[in-house]
């Protein structure tokens, strides 16, 4: 069993996401140095309605701890109906899952 020091656990404390979650699926790129590039979301709206995003440019991504697990933050953009959005995907590679970070 592994012990963590003070200074290792300030590092690795992060400030719970702001803004609401909401679950999405996800096509990623890994480039030969390991590097993970996500380029398509899919996502259901409250009507059910199944909307493809695509393609994603990664704007910057970052490595995070939220609770101890590690997770890595992407902001992104992408061009759709005439304008272009930003938002943030959360990938936690423990869970294999992706949430779109929705901010009030």
Not at 5 to 25: C, D, M, N, Y
């Amino acid at each position: 069993m592994a012990f963590l020091t003070g200074t290792e656990l300030r590092h690795r404390e992060e400030r719970a996401v702001s803004g609401s979650r909401r679950r999405v699926a996800v096509g990623c790129w890994y480039t030969a140095a390991g590097r993970s590039l996500p380029y398509i979301m899919k996502y259901q709206d409250d009507n059910g309605m199944i909307h493809t995003l695509k393609p994603l440019h990664v704007l910057s991504s970052e490595q995070k701890y939220y609770g101890g697990v590690l997770s890595r933050k992407y902001r992104c953009s992408v061009a759709g109906e005439g304008r272009l959005r930003e938002f943030e995907l959360l990938h936690c590679p423990e869970e294999g899952t992706w949430d779109l970070i929705l901010n009030p």
